[in-house]
């Protein structure tokens, strides 16, 4: 059992090693505790009055304006006036549409995003560096309903129900060879059909989703079929965890405080802003790098990492994987068709959260981005802690620009976000993340053609 202390902001525990179930419950004494204290503003009436109004410099382009000074629309650019962002905002602030530019390459465009008044998801699409549409999101009533995504091998369709995946579809590029997987969620069993000249060549039910030694096809996230005869798993208990109070970014990009839920071998995300390739099947992070595209200046992140143990495919003979390879060297268009390049290998358990403080908006003198974010950092504080660091004089000031405070967590009620106004709203979110049981957080894989080795 894992006990937290609080010891002046810092985090501490103690991890008794017992024998302990795949789904033993984790017992948190305390989730997270800011204990960052800040000295409050005071009035001066000598200073100088500071100005809080939005215009354009050499990196933010500001195109246009609503009534009350915020922004419309603008584009982000280099020193050389190539682009990095262009967005849109609706009224209230929400992103109603987003352009993101690969910063470390040619400029060129990999990310789109349009989004409702109420910050609802309407579609995204990633693009390649050669600029095809690499994969797509449409959405439902905020929901996912459908990915599509391609390679030169095919394309493959994810279609879901009320956010859920249910089936997915490839199509190899010939038109003709073709996988189709289904997921029934009542019962938590996979059937996969295999096509292959038009004719099936095989058709299965599995037991669990994507089991031990389950295979897939990594270019374009298709689960397939699984070669191995009866996989056995061994389980180890690991009870450990990682967690930081609040610090400063210049994205909204979780990648070091999320677990990727697909975690493919010997592939590395691409040299981009985000690590595009955890949101085709990692639906946490896409929708928080989809809400925060982009930061005009810097945003606030937590992150809290629970691992309760995980589980590795053992007792595979010899025999049986020289027999798998000896297929795939035979037929390796087919094995693919069927089996995928990688296969399930470990499966880990635990929890992870990530609460992110965004601003948008704000003002282009130096001085009161400084003022601001100091504000915005002890209000975020105040939210997580419970404590009243922000008077109203400084809460006034919060209020002329776009502050959003919101968690996030890899359980379904949880994963587009849980906007936090006080206190009460973090202690009962935070309250049904720790009440929630461990789930599967990661499947890793490694690769049919080291199998034999």
Sequence with gaps: MLRFADITGFFTFEANQKTTTMHHKFCLSLLLAMAVLFSSCTSDDSAPSIDYSIKSDDYLKILSQYDNGWIKEAKHVEAEGLPIHEVTYHENGFIKSAKVYNFYQDRELYMEVRRDEQNRPLWSK??????????????????????????????????YTNGEVTSIEFVSSNGVDKSITTYDLETGTKTLKIIENSEVILEEEFHGQDDFGSGILTSNHAPKANPFDDPQNGYLATGTSFNHSPIWQFDADPKDDVIAYRKYAEMNPSHSKFAVQHAVNFEMYQSIIEQYPYTEDQVLIVGYKESEGRA????????????????RL??????????????????????NLVVVGALRNMPTDVTAVDQVNKIAEKRMNDILSGSSLVSDDEMEILQKVWFEVK????????????????????????????????????????KFEHLVQ
């Excluded at 003979?317 to 000896?326: F, G, P, Q, T, V």
């Excluded at 957080?441 to 490694?446: A, T």
């Design 312 to 327: 590795g495919l053992i007792d595979v003979s010899r025999d049986e994987k020289l027999a798998i390879d000896a297929e």
């Design 407 to 446: 968690l996030f967590s890899t359980y379904k009620n949880q994963r587009n976000g849980i906007v936090l106004e006080s206190n009460d709203d973090y202690e009962s979110a935070a309250q049904d993340f720790i009440d929630a049981e461990p789930e599967i957080i990661q499947y890793e894989y490694k």
């Design 126 to 159: 990633y693009y390649t560096p050669e600029g095809d549409v690499w994969f797509e999101t449409a959405y439902e009533n905020g929901l996912v309903s459908e990915k599509i995504v391609y390679s030169e091998r095919g394309t493959s369709t994810h279609t």
């Design 330 to 351: 035979e037929n390796p268009e087919l094995f693919a068709l069927k089996y995928g390049d990688q296969y399930v290998d470990k499966i880990h358990y635990g929890k």
